[in-house]
């Protein structure tokens, strides 16, 4: 948790904890948990369907039969040791804590004015009942919830975020994919530089206890050598191997007709256009270019390149996990509405008038032909070879969901997943526990991976001033 508080602790689990992680039961250490049986009751309602709620609702079940069936204290009052059943985390030795049912009626101790009719004051009327009998524990509602913890915290009943999930303290935190060096950065190390062509490419290998700081693929440039970025390859001890970048700004290096308009694109560009690199994230605001960019080096490399089969396009379909078959037509079909982005971006791409109407027609409908549109609701199973996949909107996955979907990559393919922290539409993630950030921190260190932060808007004067003033 956020603030550490000396001595055992009682905590009290809101159903929507554990529909957002099924392996919070494990997460509390040596602390306790209870469970209200009103909880009990609305995990058996939603435990049905094929959504990600459903599944981890379905989890929670098993650990708790888990739970059961390994302990050897038939006393269910005294509490379940949470050793005795298979831990799901990598530091099980240090979950010592017990589990708690609600094997008997609390009583309602709640104030006229919130009467026990719902289970959110249902929750609260346990925890207060809880919080007078346990005199020398403390004891704290986790929901993710944020009315329910107000409430909570209005009638003197110590509340709390599940903060198990967050990935940062704070989401300015977050790997940028760009490192700044100092101003005499190159005067100070070119003494200990070594520097050699290869097959076209110019490489350097730098020592120094700077590097210590530095990623895979991460850029590096300073403000004073502004035409001059390079990009760490590998990094040995306090050695790094490190290689100029190709300059996607110009017309000569254009991909698909689109050049870079600014330093972050061309960045962003040569990760989306490296065929080392397997695994991309771009984070930035709306007109940033994430979209048409990394379109572009997708069609570039499935088109010209023949790198890749096929582009497939998919997003979230807020709300998440929601059947999408009310909406009429094949997969593709249902999809359609939900990919706006797609089609002004395929738009920009086809502008030519060579050919004129029927040269327009023609490319789109080649195009069309090789970017095929997904839902994620069908991607559990499925596995992709030489593929481009592009997941839009990443920031309303959870971590979970992101593993699902990134791990349906076979050999030779390439996922992209592009997003806005500061837009997130499903209920509970935040701009620290959402998937994107979660995929962001734990690639950073990975060879084959890359990240960029589009800062800059390039959609429009009128976007940019509108972006600032309103």
């Known amino acids: 948790m956020k603030k550490e508080i000396s001595g055992k602790r009682l905590f009290v689990l809101d159903t929507n904890v554990l529909m957002h992680d099924p392996t919070a039961l494990f997460r509390f250490k040596e602390h306790d948990i209870f469970l209200p049986m009103v909880v009990l009751e609305e995990l058996d309602r939603a435990k049905k369907g094929l959504s990600e709620v459903a599944r981890n609702v379905r989890q929670v079940s098993r650990f708790l039969d888990e739970i059961l069936e390994s302990s050897d204290s038939k006393d269910i009052a005294s509490g379940l040791p949470l050793t005795g059943a298979i ?3 990598r530091d099980e030795a240090t979950v010592t804590g017990r589990l708690f049912f609600e094997v008997k009626a609390q009583g309602s101790p709640l104030p006229d004015n919130l009467p026990g009719n719902t289970p959110d004051n249902t929750i609260l009327g346990t925890a207060l009942a809880l919080q007078s009998q346990a005199k020398d524990t403390r004891v704290t509602l986790v929901s993710k919830d944020i009315n329910l913890r107000i409430k909570a915290t209005v009638i003197g009943i110590h509340a709390e975020d599940y903060f198990n999930d967050q990935v940062l303290d704070d989401v ?8 700044d060096l100092p101003e005499d950065f190159w005067e100070t190390h070119v003494k200990t530089m070594d520097s050699w062509q290869e097959s076209g490419r110019t490489l350097y290998r730098i020592s120094g206890p700077i590097v210590a ?3 895979p693929n991460q850029f590096l440039y300073n403000e004073s050598a502004e035409d001059f970025t390079t990009i760490v390859r590998a990094i040995e001890g306090e050695t790094a191997l490190v290689e100029t970048i190709r300059d996607f700004t110009s017309n000569k290096h254009s991909v698909w007709g689109i050049q870079a308009r600014n330093r972050e694109q061309n960045l962003a560009l040569n990760l989306l256009m490296d065929p080392d ?11 940033t270019g994430k979209t048409l960019l990394t379109l572009a080096a997708g069609l570039a490399q499935t088109l010209d390149d023949k790198r ?13 996990g929601e059947d999408i078959g009310f909406l009429p037509g094949t997969e593709e079909e249902k999809m359609t509405p939900w990919m706006g982005a797609l089609m002004d971006n395929l738009e920009v ?5 060579v050919g004129g109407d029927w040269g327009r027609a023609a490319t789109q409908d080649l195009l069309r032909s090789r970017v095929k549109i997904r839902s994620l609701n069908f991607m559990r199973g499925r596995t992709f070879l030489n593929r481009f996949i592009i997941l839009d909107e990443a920031q309303n996955l959870t971590a979970k969901q992101m593993k699902t979907l990134i791990t349906r990559a076979g050999p030779g393919t390439k996922v992209v997943c592009l997003g806005n922290v500061g837009q997130i539409d499903t209920p509970y993630l935040t ?3 959402s998937g994107l950030t979660f995929v962001v921190d734990r690639f950073r260190h990975w060879q084959h991976s890359g990240h960029m932060t589009l800062q800059r808007g390039e959609r429009s004067r009128l976007a940019d001033y509108a972006s600032e003033q309103l």
């Open 172 to 179: 300015s935190l977050l790997f940028s994919g760009r490192f």
């Open 87 to 89: 831990v799901p985390l």
């Open 277 to 287: 690199i397997d695994f991309v994230t771009l984070v930035g605001a709306a007109g």
């Open 431 to 433: 701009e620290t526990s």
């Open 349 to 353: 791409l086809t502008q030519s008038d």
């Open 213 to 215: 700081q530095w990623h």
């Open 308 to 320: 890749y089969s096929e582009i497939i396009m998919t997003r979230v379909t807020v709300p998440v």
